[in-house]
């Protein structure tokens, strides 16, 4: 029997830690090991199966065409990761039966992205060509010969509004749409989409300049919406109302970095927003009465993921809001960039012991007591951000004798911390869970970080 068939999937998927653009040396467990011993249909239908990229292959574009010309036409998902644009036509084209392709940072221009539209690639339903040269010709190019699309991604293509009403023309099938970053702007008419995209339910419209004259519109009329991320736009309270009252199905909403206001959470607090689990509003100027209206909501029954970073949130108002949220389905807590002190980290405590995610980056003032107060409550923790908190040599101490069982990500960037938490670190047997550590820009010596690389066989760690 192939010795690969022996090891558990499960198993190996759970080693595997990957996201495109990271470097390799954060991968823990490489693939190319585990898969050594697959014949080449075997290691077509794991990739198929389980999306797994080239890249993650470790594989070169000379490797990839020889498995390519002999059994692309088994492959269905094709994943790349800036390789020339050039050599991923050439890929698209050994593979008639993709249904997934990835090709990210490839700056493919809008004469190559016509040629993949026309490689008759009838099965295709999701393509990400994110951070490329599409521009509206390509990209109408993709819309007019790729009708069974149901998942795109053009992040960063330089696509205006004419690119825009192409797609939403083309492409009924849609339920996922990705245009982040481009310029689409006032004169797209959104009233459209309801019309010609009737299955859409996921919309990300990040740093597009929209302001509220077409996000009313675009909240009056998608209503089949149920994830949006409109987040880095010029949107007001105005938007929020129309979003809240509209969009009754969304499970998933991210309006960091606009000017959401007092209003706008009280919009969000008091509309039909019922079935919303996630909810992002980081530097969206809340201010108290905002925050604490998301607090005191009686519909936001499924609220489970609330990021309120960069509100200029005070231990007070942090009071106001956790006290009211003390018996809720919150789990995961986002409070970078924000004014709470040790205290403010005690009110986390004594409401909130229920969270698994926990981020209060950047807060000087929570130092060593209140660290202190998170690890003694949070017991079901999972994931513990605390760059910049303040925590010393000797409060990571107390940390690594804390039991937190269920902890698999901690971050402790920025903090001044030395050798000795580096030791408290490695000797901790309280963290058998830990799968991530960040100790990049404190003041661990060379000495220190050979320690740390003792544990790298079980904890991916970034460190200097």
């Known amino acids: 029997m192939n010795h690969f068939k022996n090891i558990s999937l499960a198993f190996l998927l759970s080693t595997i830690s990957f996201v495109e653009g990271v470097e390799e040396k954060n991968i823990p467990v490489s693939i190319e090991k585990l898969t050594v011993n697959l014949d080449d249909l075997e290691l077509i239908e794991f990739i198929n199966k389980n999306h797994v990229s080239f890249r993650q292959l470790g594989w070169g574009i000379e490797r990839i065409e020889k498995l390519l010309q002999q059994h692309g036409s088994k492959l269905e998902y094709l994943s790349v990761y800036r390789l020339n644009q050039d050599e991923v036509v050439k890929l698209v084209a050994l593979c008639p039966n993709l249904t997934h392709l990835i090709a990210i940072e490839c700056y493919i221009d809008a004469d190559n992205a016509a040629i993949i539209a026309h490689s008759n690639l009838a099965k295709l339903k999701v393509l990400d060509l994110s951070n490329s040269f599409l521009r509206d010709e390509g990209t109408i190019a993709i819309a007019t010969n790729l009708s069974s699309l149901e998942s795109l991604n053009l992040t960063s293509n330089y696509i205006s509004c004419r690119g825009m009403a192409v797609i939403v023309a083309n492409l009924p099938n ?32 990040v740093g597009n300049h929209l302001t509220d004259r077409n996000g009313i519109i675009m909240a009056q009329s998608l209503t089949t919406l149920e994830k949006l991320d409109l987040s880095q736009n010029d949107l007001t309270q105005d938007t929020v109302h129309a979003i809240a009252t509209h969009l009754t199905k969304l499970t998933s909403l991210n309006l960091s970095y606009n000017e959401v206001g007092r209003e706008g959470g009280e ?52 009071h106001d809001f956790a006290i009211e949220m003390k018996d809720s389905q919150l789990r995961r807590l986002y409070l970078e960039w924000n004014r709470l002190s ?26 060593n007591r209140g660290i202190y107060e998170i690890i003694s409550a949070l017991k079901e923790v999972e994931e513990l951000y605390l760059s910049q908190t303040g925590i010393t040599n000797e409060g990571v101490v107390v940390l690594c004798s804390t039991g937190l069982p269920k902890l698999t990500r901690l971050e402790l960037k920025y903090n001044y911390l030395g050798d000795a938490a580096a030791a408290a670190l490695v000797q901790s047997r309280s963290h058998p869970n830990l799968k991530h550590l960040d100790v990049q820009y404190n003041l661990i010596t060379p000495e220190g970080i050979k320690r740390l690389d003792k544990i790298k066989n079980r904890v991916n760690i970034l460190h200097d």
């Not at 205290?343 to 981020?359: E, R």
């Open 174 to 205: 849609l339920i996922e749409l990705d245009l982040t970053f481009n310029f689409v702007l006032e004169n797209m008419d959104f009233s459209q989409m309801t019309f010609n995209l009737p299955h859409l339910k996921k919309l990300s419209f």
């Open 267 to 318: 919009y969000l607090a008091n509309g039909n927003l019922s079935n919303l689990s996630e909810l992002y509003l980081a530097y969206s100027s809340m201010h108290k009465e905002g925050v604490v209206a998301i607090g005191k909501s009686k519909k936001l029954p499924k609220l489970t993921t609330l990021d309120l970073s960069i509100n200029g949130i005070t231990d007070i108002t942090l």
């Open 342 to 367: 040790d205290m403010g980290a005690l009110v986390i405590a004594v409401n909130l012991p229920q969270l698994t995610v926990l981020d209060v980056q950047h807060n000087y003032d929570i130092g």
